[in-house]
């Protein structure tokens, strides 16, 4: 079996701060094929259609201005059981009530620029 797959992106903060190949082996590690992977960034505009879901809430213009500040790593990623498991690698959205040994609870600087997309 081939799995499910599922997207990520890592996160301008987690990029500039160096930290994306500690990101990534941490994926592999957890058993995540990589299917795709690319270094890039969004616009503002491009950042507005991503988040689209959030633009009622009060932090659509700072998360989308974040998300455009600067490089990302989108990948798309293969394994069995792939959302629910990338979910707990990941830990919660906010870094401070993440599990310890998550991605964000390791990476992440606050509930908005919290290294990497789930
Ligand atoms: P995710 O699925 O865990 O990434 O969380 P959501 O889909 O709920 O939110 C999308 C992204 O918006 C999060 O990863 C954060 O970057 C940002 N975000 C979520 N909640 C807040 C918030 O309360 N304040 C701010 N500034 N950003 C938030």
Same mark, same amino acid.
């Given at each position: ?5 599922? #997207? ?5 903060? @987690? ?16 058993? =995540? ?25 009060? #932090? ?5 201005t ?6 990302? +790593? ?11 498991? =990338?979910?707990?690698?990941?830990? @919660?959205?906010?870094?401070?009530e993440a ?11 606050? +509930?908005?620029?919290? @290294?990497?997309?789930?």
């Open positions: 079996m081939a799995g499910t797959r599922t #997207f990520t992106m890592i996160k301008p903060d @987690a990029v500039s701060a160096g930290n994306s190949g500690a990101i990534i082996k941490m994926i592999e590690e957890a058993g =995540f094929k990589i299917i795709a992977m690319k270094k890039t960034a969004m616009s503002k505009e491009t950042a507005g259609k991503f988040y689209a879901v959030h633009a009622e809430r009060p #932090f659509y213009n700072d998360l989308t974040y998300m455009s500040s600067g490089s990302i +790593i989108p990948m798309i990623l293969e394994k069995d059981n792939a959302v629910e498991d =990338f979910r707990k690698l990941i830990g @919660a959205t906010n870094p401070k599990e310890e040994g998550t991605i964000r609870a390791l990476f992440a600087e606050s +509930i908005e620029a919290n @290294a990497i997309h789930g």
